[in-house]
């Protein structure tokens, strides 16, 4: 049976670790997110995740070899998949190409989800983290149970300072500068689809179902 993946693209808030796990309850997919790769690396210690930490401690970017040393490990053996957080280059897209290659696959889309830079700011204005566990909730799409308490530890949530609304349109514009050439790069290979990502989180999952045609 041939391997075949999915990528998801789209800017932060955007929604696609949530698509993302849905494919992965409904359909199988194997969600592969590089956030989560690395944090699990560096949380069990091995020799990537020792290497990774060194440059998240600085605040410095993981260098590319690191995470496809990541994403090629997590693709073994796996028959379908869907990408959240990589490729986020051209230079990691072709070398994702040539992993492919390498175990008989292929990328059979790239979607992009797609939604304007005022929602992203209004989503991710509405991030909260707890000081405490870490864990991140959104009093517009998973608030927490009780009024702006964590679930877990009951602390009250805070808004993180990089959630602010500068540093959001700062990010995005980086964000847009960085993918574009990506954008492109899957345009040119017949294999972008955008879907309109400002819709509810149910809507966007049946579009991307019928993109993918359910497997
Ligand atoms: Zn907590």
Do not use: W
Not at 9 to 29: C, V
Not at 60 to 80: M, Q, R, T
Not at 105 to 121: C, Q
Request: net charge neutral; hydrophobic share 35%.
């Amino acid at each position: 049976m041939e391997r075949i993946g999915i990528i998801l693209l789209g800017p932060p808030g955007s929604g696609k670790g949530t698509q993302a796990k849905e494919l992965e309850k409904k359909f199988g997919f194997v969600h592969i997110s590089t956030g989560d790769l690395l944090r699990k690396a560096v949380r069990e210690g091995t020799p990537v995740g020792k290497i990774a930490e060194k440059y998240m401690r600085e605040g410095a970017l993981v260098p590319d070899d690191v995470i496809l040393k990541l994403v090629n490990e997590a693709l073994d053996g796996v028959d379908k998949f869907v990408l959240d957080g990589f490729p986020r280059n051209t230079s990691q897209a072709e070398k994702l190409d040539d992993m492919m290659r390498e175990k008989s696959g292929k990328i059979t889309k790239a979607i992009l989800l797609e939604v304007t830079d005022d929602e992203i700011v209004r989503r991710l204005l509405a991030r909260r983290v707890c000081p405490s566990c870490g864990r991140v909730y959104n009093l517009i799409t998973s608030p927490p149970k009780d009024d702006n308490k964590c679930d877990v530890c009951g602390v009250q949530l805070i808004r993180r300072s990089d959630d602010n609304e500068d540093t959001i349109r700062n990010r995005l514009s980086v964000y847009r500068n960085e993918t574009a050439p990506l954008i492109d790069y899957y345009e040119r290979k017949g294999i972008l689809v955008k879907i309109d990502a400002e819709k509810s989180p149910d809507e966007v999952f049946n579009a991307i179902v019928r993109v993918i045609g359910a497997h």
